[in-house]
């Protein structure tokens, strides 16, 4: 960029400084101080943008925030020694001499403060913020990092990696969100660096003073978000960046991949196992191997002459495929991908003009430049060699940019919508921009069908077009709960949509760590079993009988919570909340849940624990935070604030439910394509708290509901008043359910053998329930008896599922 004026100073540790002007604007003010510009804004009443530049002219593009100020009302106080802006929620003090900024609640107490010495500072190129250590103050967040729930202690850098067989402790791996969120003293707040250079996080690593965000280069521009709780933090930072669109159904269903399948017999035999040993599924996906030497958009015609017929078959059985998408075009005369690309100047090129040359799957190659129009038109019209043959998955790899040697030049050069850029900017967003050409190619492909995305390298705003996956982790324990912590803390970070390989991509697990990771992956919001080649056998079926019905189980549960599932990827869709919610989110202030023992449990929706536990593991301690618990297979009861152990034998995973919930699920099915259900099973927990359930239907695979054809409605619990409410539904989609099965868990006592709809009274009936099958005893020894999985005289009762207003009482 060219500067009309710019400050030279010497940059060893350049301060801001004081400020020497500003004036007001519509959405907040501008200024000068003695060694930087400034300009904040007032982006919504909970929302203040701090953005710091060397020169006058201030870089605004962003790839990640979409979100415009909304002119929220706000009054300003000029003081001898200080600015305050201030609107209903939020409260900016701005010291003057230095700038120094300090954030205060609307009672006055302090969220956020800038160290007074350091406050944001230059080192060559290189600008870091400084905020003052809070007593007590933790961190989380950040997305897809290792290490613990807490970050307190911890440093980070973003700088998206290809990272194969990744380390627990290793960083930074392929994807980038720099989003965190502190907590202490009943206060808690969300600050988001909207900056794709390499960028640094330390939360008080090495130091006990300060915690500090830092970009290698451009400026400090950095979006400050308090709201009343964790919840809406996030919400607030997804207005800003942007949402999931709801998924096709299908993709949230059971996916099957290796490194790889071929031929396309062998591809088949997959599909017809599942169907044979009654294990639902969804989707076959297919990696390298399906395409002519690794080049994207090409069949290999000897495993797959014609995929058009295979695609066909697979359908009739109920499956979709998605095949993996590499953003490398090998340099091959006659190769149209290849041709094409030269002809249309699509290809990232060196300073002098000469394309940048890359060596990976297929060889040499060159590499789409996805952050130009023009290219991403191109890529869309490249992908009707997929979406022509009506395929609507899509799975894009290696978009780190990653190549051997995994050390991509720093001086090539990006168009950046004109602005042009180097590698050192744009490396970050190029998976993102690879995801959205993608994303809105093949959407633009198949009108009013919905794309399942999914990508590995992404940033900030990635939730917008594709689901992410955590990568080339390990066949071990470790990397087993490693991914549960990436998924929930890519949650706390806005992508709602996320999972990782289950059973483990490199390496092989044995029988116990794939049956505990697939019961542990049907509560992950992406489902997908992966393993890399020359590796063992990784399908449900292939560790002998009794993993085989252990996969079962937990698939067929998976299935059977879809409606709870769905209604909670709307909630992702609509509010930006995560579907797998890290117990920060609810119970941010409770010690327990940072600790080592704790950190991994989480929320599946708004009312199911989950409490994942290591392969061997069959005593585990678990915590129950406030409030009151039910196991889910059996309806044991517990109080929260308490740590009890529990028995988790290789079957049984423990998950807990919520006093009060609302759980709406549905009878088995083999895919969820063809779901034929026409009872919803509505399951109630017994508690002392109101609760309010939002359920939601649509077709699951076209976007219809923008206009209107959706099923909602609100579904209300109140204790005290013995009664249950399923309000009027709005939308003008009709259910696919005609009856309700309302069941009664943790009502003993409590209710009697009647109860009453919209007063006609109808009978209770008594009947043994269970989650999940009985497995088999397939050692006959009475010490190796199985445990029980079943809840005992369950009250229920079916009635009609009409649209009007429903109300139970008893």
């Not at 008080?204 to 915690?211: I, P, Q, T």
Request: hydrophobic fraction near 35%.
């Amino acid at each position: 960029m060219i500067s009309t004026q710019t400050i030279n100073k010497p940059n060893l540790n350049l301060h801001c400084g004081s400020i020497q002007n500003y004036k007001r604007n519509a959405y907040g003010i501008s200024g000068k101080t003695e060694n930087a510009f400034f300009r904040i804004s007032v982006v919504q009443k909970g929302i203040f943008k701090i953005h710091l530049s060397r020169t006058e002219e201030f870089d605004e593009h962003s790839y990640a925030v979409i979100s415009k100020p909304v002119g929220i009302d706000f009054s300003i106080i000029d003081t001898n020694g200080h600015i305050e802006l201030k609107t209903e929620a939020l409260t900016l003090e701005i010291k003057k001499h230095p700038f120094t900024a300090i954030f205060k609640d609307k009672a006055g107490n302090i969220i956020s403060e800038d160290d007074h010495a350091l406050g944001t500072s230059w080192i060559g190129e290189q600008v870091t913020t400084y905020k003052k250590l809070q007593e007590g103050e933790r961190f989380i967040g950040l997305g897809e990092k290792t290490g613990p729930l807490d970050r307190k202690g911890s440093g980070y850098q973003n700088w998206n990696t290809d990272h194969f067989g990744y380390l627990p402790d290793s960083d930074p791996l392929y994807c980038t969100t720099p989003f965190y969120i502190g907590i202490h003293h009943g206060l808690s707040y969300g600050i988001y660096l909207d900056n794709s250079h390499k960028t640094h996080f330390n939360f008080g690593a090495s130091n006990r003073r300060f915690s500090s965000f830092s970009a290698d280069q451009g400026d400090m521009a950095y979006y400050f978000i308090h709201e009343t709780n964790i919840e809406e933090i996030i919400s607030s930072y997804t207005d800003l960046t942007g949402r999931m669109e709801l998924p096709p159904i299908w993709s949230l269903g059971y996916q099957q991949c290796r490194y790889s399948y071929k031929p396309d017999k062998e591809v088949l035999s997959i599909a017809k196992f599942f169907r044979e040993k009654e294990i639902p599924a969804d989707v076959i996906v297919l990696d390298i191997h399906h395409m002519e030497q690794y080049k994207i958009f090409t069949w290999d015609g000897k495993d797959f002459p014609n995929p058009k017929q295979m695609i066909k078959k697979l359908e009739e059985m109920g499956f979709k495929v998605v095949v993996i998408c590499d953003p490398g075009i090998k340099i091959e005369e006659g190769y149209e991908a290849y041709d094409s690309g030269k002809k249309e100047d699509v290809f990232i090129k060196y300073p002098d003009g000469e394309y940048y040359e890359g060596e990976v799957w297929p060889g040499w190659c060159h590499f789409p430049d996805f952050t130009k129009l023009t290219v991403r038109n191109w890529w869309q019209e490249k992908l009707k060699a997929y979406t022509d043959l009506g395929i609507l998955g899509l799975w894009n790899d290696m978009n780190e940019i990653a190549t051997w040697g995994q050390y991509l030049p720093d001086l090539m050069e990006f168009d950046y919508e004109g602005e042009k850029a180097s590698t050192r900017k744009a490396r970050n967003v190029y998976g993102m921009q690879m995801a959205r050409s993608t994303y809105e190619g093949a959407k633009q492909n198949s009108p009013n069908k919905r794309v399942f995305n999914l990508t590995r390298a992404g940033f900030s705003g990635i939730q917008r077009y594709a689901a992410v996956w955590t990568g080339d982790n390990v066949a071990d324990d470790e990397h087993m709960l490693l991914g549960v912590r990436l998924v929930n803390s890519l949650g706390l970070a806005g992508v709602a949509f996320a999972g990782y390989d289950i059973g483990g991509f490199a390496g092989d697990a044995d029988s116990q760590l794939f049956a505990r990771w697939i019961s542990i992956g049907a509560f992950a919001p992406f489902f997908r079993g992966h393993s890399m080649i020359n590796s063992r056998d990784s399908e449900p079926w292939a560790y002998g009988e009794e993993v085989e019905e252990i996969s079962r189980n937990y698939i067929n549960l998976r299935y059977k919570m879809m409606p709870y599932i769905y209604s909670a990827f709307y909630k992702a869709h609509e509010k930006g909340i995560p579907v797998a919610r890290s117990l920060a989110i609810y119970h941010p202030h409770d010690a327990k849940i940072y600790s080592s023992l704790y950190e991994n449990q989480y929320f599946f929706g708004p009312d199911i624990m989950v409490a994942p536990v290591a392969s061997k593991v069959n005593l585990a301690k678990v915590y129950f935070p406030e409030g009151e618990w039910y196991d889910l297979f059996d309806d044991t009861y517990y109080r929260g604030n308490q740590e009890v152990i529990v028995e988790c034998p290789i079957e049984r995973l423990p998950v807990f439910v919520r006093a009060s919930a609302i759980i709406p699920m549905q009878d088995k099915l083999e895919n969820l394509s063809n779901n034929h259900n026409e009872c919803l099973h509505l399951h109630i927990y017994g508690g002392k708290e109101k609760n309010t359930y939002e359920y939601y239907e649509d077709d699951g695979e076209s976007f219809n509901h923008v206009n209107g054809e959706f099923y909602k409605r609100t579904i209300e619990f109140i204790p005290e008043e013995r009664q249950l409410i399923l309000h009027t539904k709005t939308g003008e989609f009709n259910s696919q359910y005609q009856k309700i099965q309302l069941f009664f868990h943790g009502f003993e006592g409590k209710i009697n053998g009647k109860i009453q709809i919209n007063q006609q009274t109808i009978p209770l009936e008594k009947q043994d329930f269970n989650f999940i099958d009985q497995i088999s005893n397939f050692d006959p020894l009475p010490e190796n008896e199985r445990i029980n999985l079943k809840v005992n005289d369950l009250p229920n009762a079916v009635f009609n599922f009409d649209n009007d207003k429903i109300e139970v009482n008893w």
